[in-house]
């Protein structure tokens, strides 16, 4: 198991409480044995003008999917995971409904992580396809 095996989905959606994770919506839904998923709403916080998905909010979906789980594989050692970098490929338009995304890791080293997010339409139509890589630092 990736994660360690005390976590609950309640726990993980507490963390967003009173943050940009909870203002967009962002729930997680399902932690696997090696992949972690939430979903988020296409709705007024999170469409641009012209009434399609965001491309910022699917970073965010991504980020918080990537960071977390990250978070997950190291909580136990003392340490914690930040962003270095992100990137995402917008694929298909979203205009109502929700996006679920689905993170897994590509790579877990000593230093630093890199996992992949796909975001899904409810129809199952791949969105976006992101990656991120992070740090992983010492507690202090």
Excluded at 3 to 22: A, Q, R, V
Excluded at 29 to 43: K, N, Q, R
Excluded at 51 to 73: C, F, I, Q, R, Y
Excluded at 114 to 129: D, G, Q, R
């Amino acid at each position: 198991m990736l994660f360690p095996e005390n976590i609950t989905l309640e726990f993980l959606n507490g963390l967003g409480k009173n943050n940009m994770t909870e203002y967009l919506g962002i729930q997680f839904t399902e932690i696997g044995v090696d992949f972690l998923t939430a979903s988020m709403p296409v709705d007024h916080r999170t469409k641009q003008p012209l009434g399609l998905l965001h491309g910022g909010a699917n970073l965010v979906l991504a980020e918080t999917l990537g960071s977390v789980a990250g978070m997950l594989t190291v909580k136990d050692k003392g340490q914690f995971c930040v962003g270095l970098e992100i990137n995402a490929n917008h694929l298909k338009s979203v205009r109502s409904g929700q996006v679920s995304g689905v993170a897994k890791p590509i790579h877990l080293g000593q230093k630093t992580q890199v996992w992949e997010i796909k975001i899904y339409s409810e129809e199952n139509a791949l969105t976006c396809i992101s990656r991120i890589t992070l740090a992983i630092l010492d507690k202090k």
